[in-house]
């Protein structure tokens, strides 16, 4: 069908440009990212999902709060609708700002952190300080998350399904 033809061929026009602006996203934010990023979300007294935390391993440091910013700029589109960029040098000493549309970032040597909370930041300072150790990583669950990973997982997605229904019976 003729009609049905140009159609395809209108509305396919420009997708291979888009997908190659992708992946050339994709591949800029791999020279500065390490293979590793960790996203947690905790259950708040409320038994509802809390804010986001987003750890990633730096291999490039030098330059990523520029190239961030970039991107950030490049597709947030209407300015209304954009996150703000907050960096904090040290959380312990940041002050969390009005709005809800903030996304606070840590960048300390190898480690990159992110959190639309800076609570949360501010607990991962803290427990990089405590040597690393929380009420977390003492849990079975944390156990059971590294054996997983030490045996060659690539992708490995948990839930503390035990915590959530106890949390949400309460």
């Given at each position: 069908?003729?009609?049905?033809?140009?159609?395809?061929?209108?509305?396919?026009?420009?997708?291979?440009?888009?997908?190659?602006?992708?992946?050339?996203?994709?591949?800029?934010?791999?020279?500065?990212?390490?293979?590793?990023?960790?996203?947690?979300?905790?259950?708040?007294?409320?038994?509802?999902?809390?804010?986001?935390?987003v750890l990633a391993e730096l291999k490039n440091s030098e330059g990523f709060?520029?190239?961030?910013?970039?991107?950030?700029?490049?597709?947030?589109?209407?300015?209304?609708?954009?996150?703000?960029?907050?960096?904090?040098?040290?959380?312990?000493?940041?002050?969390?700002?009005?709005?809800?549309?903030?996304?606070?970032?840590?960048?300390?040597?190898?480690?990159?952190?992110?959190?639309?909370?800076?609570?949360?930041?501010?607990?991962?300072?803290?427990?990089?300080?405590?040597?690393?150790?929380?009420?977390?990583?003492?849990?079975?669950?944390?156990?059971?998350?590294?054996?997983?990973?030490?045996?060659?997982?690539?992708?490995?997605?948990?839930?503390?399904?035990?915590?959530?229904?106890?949390?949400t019976k309460a």
């Amino acid at each position: 069908n003729e009609a049905l033809r140009a159609w395809w061929e209108k509305e396919q026009a420009g997708r291979g440009q888009n997908m190659d602006q992708v992946v050339e996203t994709i591949r800029q934010f791999g020279s500065y990212l390490g293979d590793e990023i960790a996203v947690s979300v905790a259950i708040d007294p409320k038994g509802e999902p809390g804010e986001p935390l987003v750890l990633a391993e730096l291999k490039n440091s030098e330059g990523f709060r520029e190239f961030l910013e970039q991107q950030i700029a490049q597709y947030s589109g209407d300015q209304k609708s954009k996150a703000k960029l907050v960096f904090v040098e040290s959380p312990k000493t940041a002050v969390a700002t009005d709005g809800n549309d903030h996304l606070y970032v840590w960048i300390q040597d190898n480690l990159f952190a992110g959190s639309p909370k800076l609570q949360q930041l501010q607990n991962l300072e803290n427990v990089i300080a405590g040597g690393g150790q929380s009420s977390f990583t003492a849990t079975p669950f944390r156990s059971r998350i590294a054996q997983v990973y030490q045996e060659g997982a690539g992708l490995v997605v948990a839930a503390n399904l035990e915590k959530v229904v106890e949390q949400t019976k309460a």
